[in-house]
DNA sequence: ATGGCCAATATGATTGGA
């Protein structure tokens, strides 16, 4: 079973490209960040067609997730708990019936922080406290967990073809990277950097600066696996050359195959 | 050469992204 994370930056703007792509690499589960679309305006149609069942938590202008999946969703929940003035569309749970069991996954579009001397900065590590609590109540559930989407944290010096250009930035800053090993130690495995030896791969490449040209890269997305998904893992990767495509998302899709059967469906 | 973009909004300038 292949279950991708990808970052659309408007999913308006990128049906083509996510048709293109969903057609290459056949994905079971997609989770999706930065849709930028109430929920009454996605695009639901041509991904149903494709044989997915759409979830969709968005709002206007801004942010929004989804879920695709070629499963059944037994629930779907809206928002990260514990801050109820918290109206962002940021996060979506899904627990999804495969032919292996049940699955649970959290499509999120972790809070940017910039700039950091600023309430940005302080509302994301408030929203990293409440994904690590939030973690740690379903870690104790001994279940397959994925927590898949933008993260908007540069985890160590292997992710960022220049660190030195992200020392003062909020997604590399020593707290934020501090609360992104506390929530990997409570027992995920970030798939990616397991199946992959760093420096490198990269899912994000800014429009500006040339920054893809000049592989100017970071790695931001990523897909946290519970010691029972873990145990699934057959393999990991980006898709960079999505990059490459006409009127491309400044992110990439990033998968990970898992040794579960997709038999009923 | 240290700057260059893109998307959404009752839009022609501003905000947010990272």
């Known amino acids: 079973m292949r279950i991708a994370t990808w970052n659309v930056n408007s999913i308006k703007q990128r049906m083509d490209q996510l ?11 997609v989770c999706l960040q930065e849709t930028k679309c109430v929920d009454e305006a996605f695009p639901r149609e041509p991904l149903e067609s494709l044989g997915y069942n759409v979830a969709a938590h968005g709002q206007k202008a801004f942010n929004g997730v989804a879920v695709l999946s070629k499963f059944r969703f037994d629930e779907v929940t809206p928002r990260l708990p514990g801050e109820e003035s918290d109206d962002h569309a940021r996060f979506m749970e899904a627990v999804i019936s495969t032919g292996s069991g049940s699955l649970r996954l959290a499509s999120l579009y972790l ?5 950091p001397a600023t309430d940005k900065y302080a509302y994301k590590i408030a929203w990293m406290d409440r994904l690590i609590q939030y973690a740690q109540e379903r870690l104790s559930l001994e279940e397959p967990l994925i927590l898949a989407g933008d993260f908007n944290v540069i985890p160590t010096t292997a992710d960022a073809r220049n660190p030195d250009r992200w020392t003062s930035d909020a997604l590399f800053l020593p ?30 490449w800014d429009y500006q600066a040339g920054a893809w040209q000049k592989n100017e890269g970071i790695r931001i997305d990523h897909l946290l696996l519970s010691p029972q998904a873990t145990d699934q893992l057959i393999a990991a990767g980006v898709d960079k050359h999505v990059r490459s495509w006409e009127k491309p998302s400044d992110h990439v899709p990033v998968w990970i195959e898992l040794g579960l059967s997709g038999a009923s469906r």
């Open 111 to 115: 809070p940017n922080g910039n700039p």
């Open 175 to 204: 707290r934020t990277r501090e609360k992104f090993r506390a929530l990997c130690n409570l027992g995920f495995t970030d798939a990616v950097r397991a199946a992959c030896e760093g420096p490198g791969p990269f899912t994000f």
């Open 19 to 29: 048709v293109a792509w969903i057609t290459e690499r056949s994905p079971d589960i």
